[in-house]
């Protein structure tokens, strides 16, 4: 081989998921249908029925969701390592996808992640009654004006905040809806391209998220967390670490901090790498990827083809 290939893997969020997804992964792969039922096993509920045949409704409720996203990008990543056998030199996921990086790098188990995130989706929809928070993606400002308009109408019932740092000219903020109604507006009014309430049932990643981050904090007690095989990165701290207190600590604080998404993906460049695998359906992360680095390589990794691809390209 000679040079070692330096990449990332990457893994989605919610808002990737759709029926169907790894329908065709699940019928090639008797790998990956074993994760699948792993899983399913591990949450005592069919998950490859519920990603295979829906129905939708289910499928977008969070709880459902963080599961369904985790297994399926586990799965991809399993059948890519399978022919290329180069770890990436970092690993990172936008918010769920964290989770999915972790199981990647064997710094915790499969079933217990499933149970986790699950719990997760469950704790975060139950934390604020339904129709109170809500979260905005606005279009073409810059976060630091936006973090401004934020504080500015903030108060201690009626919060708002940026929660996902996506790209640039691309941040969500989160809050009690009012707040987040108001922080739309005002951004209108300063020039952002669009300003548009997401069909989200709860305000991710503000301090509203306290009450689900003491619950997981409990879950987690039970959980083994070990020694990751390579770094995996912070959303919360923009840090790599390998060390299992650390990322357990890190997964806690990102239940109530900004998701810094362009911010990792900078971190990863500056040390020197270029090369991006996107493991899980859609290709959220690579349009991102784009808008922060023209030069940077963005590959895609959804079903077996891709799978085979990628092993190219690298």
């Known amino acids: 081989m000679g040079m070692k290939t330096r990449y990332a893997a990457v893994f989605p969020g919610q808002g990737a998921q759709f029926v169907g997804m790894g329908a065709e992964l699940i019928g090639e792969s008797p790998e990956a249908a074993k994760i699948f039922e792993r899983a399913s096993d591990a949450l005592g509920w069919d998950l490859g029925?519920?990603?295979?045949?829906?129905?939708?409704?289910?499928?977008?409720?969070?709880?459902?969701?963080?599961?369904?996203?985790l297994t399926l990008s586990v799965a991809l990543w399993r059948e890519f390592r399978g022919r290329y056998h180069e770890p990436p030199t970092f690993a990172a996921g936008l918010s769920l996808g964290e989770y999915s990086a972790l199981v990647a790098a064997e710094g915790i188990a499969l079933e217990d992640a499933v149970r986790l995130v699950h719990l997760r989706g469950r704790y975060m929809q139950e934390a604020?009654?339904?129709?109170?928070?809500?979260?905005?993606a606005i279009l073409g400002l810059d976060a630091a004006t936006l973090a401004e308009i934020c504080a500015d109408v903030s108060e201690s019932d009626h919060l708002a905040t940026p929660a996902n740092l996506n790209c640039p000219g691309q941040v969500v903020v989160s809050g009690h809806l009012g707040a987040v109604e108001a922080v739309c507006e005002r951004a209108r009014e300063s020039g952002a391209r669009r300003a548009v309430l997401l069909p989200v049932s709860a305000p991710f990643h503000s301090d509203l998220m306290e009450p689900a981050r003491l619950r997981l904090a409990e879950a987690m007690e039970s959980v083994a967390f070990s020694e990751a095989k390579f770094p995996v990165i912070s959303n919360a701290r923009v840090r790599a670490s390998t060390d299992p207190v650390e990322i357990k600590s890190a997964l806690l604080e990102q239940m109530i901090s900004p998701v810094r998404w362009e911010e990792s993906v900078r971190w990863i460049l500056e040390a020197g790498v270029r090369d991006f695998l996107e493991v899980g359906p859609g290709k959220t992360l690579t349009g991102f990827l784009r808008r922060i680095d023209r030069d940077a390589r963005g590959i895609h990794i959804g079903g077996p083809a891709e799978v085979r691809g990628a092993w190219e390209e690298l």
Request: no cysteine; charged share 15%; hydrophobic share 45%.
């Open 49 to 69: 029925q519920l990603v295979l045949e829906g129905p939708e409704e289910r499928l977008n409720l969070t709880e459902f969701t963080q599961p369904a996203l």
């Open 128 to 136: 604020v009654p339904a129709g109170v928070g809500g979260m905005a």
